[in-house]
C-alpha cells in the first residue's frame, strides 16, 4: 500500500541537495576540524564558511551561531545557561516566563528547573492558543531574566507574536528573550533584532537529524552544559558535526530562499484541507487559520467519547495515511498538554489529530486524505471501532 | 522486548479481585493454568494495533487477560471484537502500576500455573506473543528458578 506522509512536523525528508551535500562532506571531510593538520584545518575552514553563510542569512555575527546537536540541546542551553549565569551572578531567585504550550524540550526544561528552586511561570494561552503581550507583561518581576516563548506552536500551528514580545522587552534589556523557532523558520518572515536567543533544528527544515543551532547574541552571557574542548566558543564543546554544520547551512539557505513560493502552495493546500474538515460535523478544529496559524500544520478533535488519538491515528494507517497527534517528543501521554491549555476539554485534547504538510504535498493527497477522514469518523460512528483495525 | 518494566521473574502476581467486563469479579489465583495478561492503554497506537493481532493468535491451554485503560463503552466493543472469548478488566495507568509494575505500554505477563511470572516483555505483534510465551521452556524455567521449585 502506498503511503501518504503527513506528519512533517516531526521530520522531514533531505532535500536532494541537502542530502548530496552530506554525502560528500561525508565521505570526503571526516578530518577532525580541532586537529591541527592541513586536513583537519581544510574541514574546520569549511564550517567557518557555512557559519559566515549563515550570519549572512539570518542577520547576525558569525560568532552568534553556535551549532549544537538539535533543538533539544539548544533549547536547554538557552534556559539552563542563561538561569545558572544568573545564579552565579546575583544571590536573587531567577524568574524565567513561558507559556502552557511550548514543545516539551522547554516546558519540561523549565519544570526540572522548578525542581532546583527557580520561578517559572507558564502563561496560560487564548482558545486560537496565542499568548497575550498583556500577559507577559504582567508577569514581569524584578527577578525575571528570562522570557522563552515558541514562534510556531508544533501542535496547532499557532503563531507567537514574538516580534511583539520582542519590542516589549527591548526596553527591558537585563530579561533576556528565547525564541524557539523550529516550526516557524522556512514558514515565516523572521527578523532576529529583538530577539537575545534563537533555536532551530536541521531535520524539520530538510536537513539531517543531529544537527541545530542556537543563536546566542554578543551581549548574552550563558553558562555551558558540558564540559571539555573549546569549540563553539566553548559554549557546546565536542568534535564538530562537520557534514551536519553543512547540510544544515545549506537546508536553511534552501529553506530561507524559496520561503514564498512554498508558503504560497502550504495556504492553498491548508485552505483546501480546513474548509472541507470543518464541514464534518463530527469534528472541531482546534488550529485556527492563517494569519493566526501557520499554514503547514491542521489540527483537530473529534469531538464524541469514546474516541482517542491513538484510535484514529491506526485507523488511518489502515488506510495508507501517516499523521500524528501530539509532538513525537511526548506522543504517549493520555491528553495533549497543548489543547488542555486551549480548550479545557478532556475529550477534545485525548481525541485530536495533527496533520502537518510539506511542499512536496499535492492537492490530490490531501482530497485523498480529507475523503479517509470523512470516511473514518463515519465508520467510527457506525461500526465496532476494533473491528476497523483489522487489515 | 525489554525487560526493565512488570513484576520480576519468578515473583508471584498479585492476590487480588478483578473486575471483568460483565461485572464479575474474578481472582488471577483461582484461574487454573498458564495465564497471559496483556496491558494496554487506549492512548497508545502501538497498544491500539496489537488488538487486532491478539485476535489471531492461539495460545492452547493458556487464559489471555486483557488489562486496559479504557472505559465500559471500550470494552464493551473489545469483548465483542474478541467474541467473548477473553476477560477484559477495566484498570487505570497507575493500577497497572502499582500491581503489575508495568510502567509502559503494551506489556504482557506471562504467568504459570503456579502464579509465578515466567517471562514478561513489550510486544507489538502476535509474533511478540507467541515468542513471549514459548522462549522459556518447563525445564530451562524450572532450572532458572529452582529455588522457587
Known sequence: MNKLYFDYCASTPLHPKVAEQLFCTSEQLYANPSSVHEMGFEANQR??????????????????????????????????????TWMKKTSQT?????????????????KQLVGEGVEITFLPVDHNGIVSIA??????????????????????????????????????????????????????????????????????????????????????????LFFGGEQENGLRPGTTNVP??????????????????????????????????????????????????????????????????????SILAKQGIIVSSQSACSSTAKTSRVLMAMTNDEILSSSSIRLSFHESVTPDDVRYLVHSISHMIHQVKSQNKFALLQR | MTLDNGLNLGELITNKEYSDQ?????????????KVLIFVSMHCVRCIELLPEIRTVHLPNTSVIIFSTGNQEDHEQLDDFFQ??????????????????????????????????????????????????????????????????
Not at chain 1, 50 to 69: A, G, K, M, Q
Not at chain 1, 151 to 158: D, L, Y
Not at chain 1, 170 to 186: E, L, M, S, T, W
Open chain 2, 84 to 149: 467473548r472469548k477473553m476477560k477484559i478488566v477495566s484498570l487505570t495507568s497507575e493500577q497497572m502500576e502499582q500491581d503489575f509494575s508495568v510502567t509502559t505500554h503494551p506489556f504482557c505477563i506471562f504467568v504459570d500455573e503456579y502464579q509465578q511470572v515466567c517471562n514478561k516483555g513489550t510486544v507489538y505483534n502476535g509474533k511478540d506473543l507467541l515468542e513471549l510465551v514459548s522462549v522459556i521452556g518447563e525445564g530451562k524455567r524450572k532450572k532458572l528458578f529452582s529455588n522457587l521449585f
Open chain 1, 244 to 313: 551536519g554544520v553543512l547540510s544544515l547551512v545549506e537546508a536553511i539557505e534552501i529553506s530561507y530562499s524559496e520561503r514564498e513560493e512554498k508558503m504560497q502552495g502550504l495556504t492553498v493546500l491548508h485552505d483546501l484541507v480546513y474548509s472541507k474538515l470543518e464541514e464534518i460535523p463530527e469534528i472541531i478544529m482546534n488550529s485556527p487559520r492563517p494569519p493566526l496559524s501557520a499554514p503547514h500544520i491542521i489540527n483537530f478533535s473529534y469531538k464524541g467519547t469514546g474516541v482517542t488519538s491513538a484510535l484514529l491515528i
Open chain 2, 22 to 34: 460483565n461485572d464479575q469479579l474474578f481472582n488471577l489465583y483461582k484461574y487454573k493454568g498458564k
Open chain 1, 135 to 224: 500577559s507577559i507583561e504582567k508577569a514581569i518581576q524584578v527577578n525575571t531574566m528570562l522570557v522563552s516563548v515558541m514562534h510556531v506552536n508544533n501542535e496547532t500551528g499557532s503563531i507567537q507574536p514574538i516580534h511583539e514580545i520582542g519590542k516589549l522587552l527591548r526596553a527591558k534589556p537585563h530579561i533576556y528573550f528565547h525564541v524557539d523557532g523550529v516550526q516557524g523558520f522556512g514558514k515565516l518572515a523572521l527578523e532576529l533584532d529583538d530577539i537575545d536567543l534563537y533555536t532551530l533544528s536541521g531535520h524539520k527544515i530538510g536537513g539531517p537529524k543531529g544537527i541545530g543551532l542556537l543563536i546566542v547574541k554578543e551581549h548574552v552571557e550563558l553558562t555551558p
Open chain 1, 47 to 84: 564550517v567557518e564558511e557555512s557559519r559566515e553563510r549563515l550570519s549572512t542569512i539570518l542577520h547576525v555575527e558569525p560568532s552568534e551561531v553556535i551549532f549544537t546537536s538539535g533543538a533539544t540541546e539548544s533549547n536547554n542551553l538557552a534556559i539552563i545557561g542563561a538561569v545558572r
Open chain 1, 94 to 110: 531567577p524568574h524565567v516566563i513561558s507559556t502552557q504550550i511550548e514543545h516539551s524540550s522547554v516546558f519540561n526544561c523549565c
